[in-house]
């Protein structure tokens, strides 16, 4: 599985962003597929998952602006940013794992994740 993310960029406070990650092969219903983010000086962070079963799960730290999605017609997974703040800048990796192991508790930790994406800067500016 092959993960590439695109759509980083600069917005301005309260702007809008989406993020997109083509994956290569069939993914839908089958893997744990995900969003994380590193901030400059922290560690990767958890921010959504969707299920294998279509289910979603956002970081409460998100206030409800962020939201994720699959297109399946063209194998992406993505990421609509709104109300961007200057909190959210940060480089995005998408991040995808055996749906087996979908479970509470896993999906947020970056560790259990086999399949990651090459990274998207956001910059989120004032």
């Known amino acids: 599985l092959q993960l590439v993310e695109s759509g980083g960029g600069s917005v301005e406070v309260g702007g809008s962003l989406e993020l997109s990650c083509v994956v290569s092969g069939d993914f839908y219903g089958r893997y744990c597929m995900s969003w994380f983010r590193q901030r400059p000086g922290k560690s990767r962070e958890w921010v959504s998952t969707?299920?294998?079963?279509?289910?979603?799960s956002y970081s409460n730290s998100l206030g409800g602006r962020f939201t994720t999605s699959i297109d399946n017609a063209k194998n992406t997974l993505c990421l609509q940013m709104n109300n961007a703040q200057p909190w959210d800048t940060a480089v995005y990796y998408c991040?995808?794992?055996?749906?087996?192991?979908?479970?509470?508790?896993?999906?947020?930790?970056?560790?259990?994740?086999?399949?990651w994406g090459q990274g998207t800067r956001v910059t989120v500016s004032s």
């Open positions: 991040a995808a794992d055996d749906g087996e192991n979908c479970t509470a508790g896993y999906w947020i930790r970056s560790s259990e994740y086999d399949y």
């Open positions: 969707i299920r294998p079963w279509g289910l979603k």
